[in-house]
Nanobody, 124 residues
Framework: QVQLVESGGGLVQAGGSLTLSCAAS????????MGWFRQAPGRKREFVTS????????YYADSVKVRFTISRDIAKNTVYLQMNSLRPEDTGVYYC?????????????????WGQGTQGTVSS
């Protein structure tokens, strides 16, 4: 089992920044990738970004490219999401997820472990 704990959400004005963190514990040795997904009210959960745990390769949804940056600290088993130039449409609950195996990084069904989520709200 892997436990994921997110932190860092909050309220920010449009154009501002937020940094999210996700600390993993438990059986993390088999982690293939970690990702961030978000869910806005009334909408499906969507892929935001992910990072390959071994190579550090990163992947982004088109809507967040350039504005968001994912990074990892292997020693701390922690992944970070730096969100800049935030827009009201970035509002949602942000979930950290961990994936074992090499299935596509873009689909939430391929992630076996999830954090509890942290709210990020961007006001206009």
């Amino acid at each position: 089992q892997v436990q994921l704990v997110e932190s860092g959400g909050g309220l920010v004005q449009a154009g501002g920044s937020l940094t999210l963190s996700c600390a993993a514990s438990g059986r993390t040795s088999s982690t293939n990738a970690m990702g961030w997904f978000r869910q806005a009210p009334g909408r499906k959960r969507e892929f935001v970004t992910s990072i390959s745990w071994s190579s550090g390769n990163t992947y982004y949804a088109d809507s967040v490219k350039v504005r968001f940056t994912i990074s990892r600290d292997i020693a701390k088993n922690t992944v970070y999401l730096q969100m800049n130039s935030l827009r009201p449409e970035d509002t949602g609950v942000y979930y950290c997820a961990s994936k074992v195996g090499d299935r596509s990084t873009y689909y939430d069904n391929n992630y076996g472990y999830w954090g509890q989520g942290t709210q990020g709200t961007v006001s206009s």
